[in-house]
């Protein structure tokens, strides 16, 4: 790569790498996320084009040539703070910063979220802890109520949380070898009471009985549930794939202003943030170090706007339908500056068209069931609630302008259908269907429920699933 944003301990927040004019950039993107170039926050820059990765989709695939464009890409790469990230940044700092406490020589020991064992998007975090240490012991205590609410977190978590908890032990030693990685488990049902017991009976690590774990390609150490043909699958985008482009749900930041059941509700409350927030442009311009007002619920993208002075005007047009949880449509605003993170669906709903549909899915790493929804309006980031993003793969994209509209079912998959059923009749809208048709089975989703937690879901020009 050309380019990484790192914070202080040197954790990676972004990646960029950079294209001559020559490289045929959609290509050489396939070629770096086949060679296992992270999907969360890169750009991959030409000179009049830049593609960005976020959360693991496609989110910018722009030409950057005017100013406005470069900007903008540039402040969304910035702004980007990846949903683990946000959630564990002092856990996953404190592993850094006692490894390198400890030289060349030491044990880290650490008692924490087992998240570090589990999420997908903790593999690079695994990958590099494999390569730092010699000995890896892990004992995960269970008790995370998110990934299975059967369980309450004040009966079956040591710590009455409801997230789940591991112990782990980091050994190094001055001559490096590869590392072995142990993992023992309580049971799932376990109530805290047996699991204190359980620590008190076995008392170190010669006492557990632990398995030795061989790490698959993309760092999974827990593949229980796991099926291996999953990876067969043709993937749902990009080069080679069903669909030519995907994007995520929109997220606001602040429900509470740019979304409402109400049309006038909404209005009147939109006015009211753009007036405070207009305001307070005004009065930063004079008292740059000024405190900002309360009534308005800042974020970090919002303030950035503000430094640069770009003010807020109320224009009714912008209120659209948005399909806000699973049948409960809403109104939002949907305008750059309300909304932190409005995705792209000028090029997927643009105003006054209605010919458009997409096909909703969770996104990896959700603490909810997978699940498979049409929408023919905007989509929020959280369609079925915190701790769930939302990917959305619509059947046409457009420009901005609601002109060009295109396919998104690539050419490529429209042959391997044609192909395989020798059936030259098969249009993209079947293609489309049956895709939904597939994601939406009840055999799909439990055959394949561990997997889909961790990735989105592949397909197959033929899955065979019981009528």
Known sequence: MDGALVDLY??????????????????????????GYPRDNIIFQAPERAILYQGGARVWDKNITHPEALVSVVNQFFDYKA?????????????????????????????SNSSFVHERSMDGMRARVAREFDAIYTLDLGGNVYKNPKLSGTIHNVFGIKVGVSITLLVRRSKRDNATIRYGATEPDWRKEQKYSFLEDKGSVTGVKWAVIQPDSNQTWVTTGLATEFKEFVPLADTDALFSCYLLGLSTNRDETAIAFSGPELAERVRAFCRGYSTEVLRQQQEPDGKLDDHVKWSETLKLKLKRGIRAKFDSSKIRNILYRPFATEFVYYDNLVVDRPSHFEGVFPQGLNENIAVC??????????????????VDLHLVGAGCT????????YAEDGTHRRENITDWALEQFRAHYHDPSITKWDIFHYIYAVLHHPEYRERYAANLRRELPPHSVCIELSS
């Open 361 to 378: 899915l969770t996104g990896p790493g959700s603490d909810k069931p997978f699940l498979v929804m049409a929408a023919r309006l905007l």
């Open 83 to 111: 949903p683990h990230i946000q959630e564990w940044d002092p856990y996953v700092k404190a592993f850094r910063w006692a490894t390198d406490r400890i030289g060349d020589e030491g044990i880290v020991a650490f008692v």
């Open 10 to 35: 040197h954790l990676p927040h972004g990646h960029w790498e950079a294209k001559d004019e020559k490289d045929d950039l959609a290509k050489e993107v396939q070629r770096k996320l086949d060679k």
């Open 390 to 397: 939302t990917q959305c793969f619509p059947f046409y994209t």
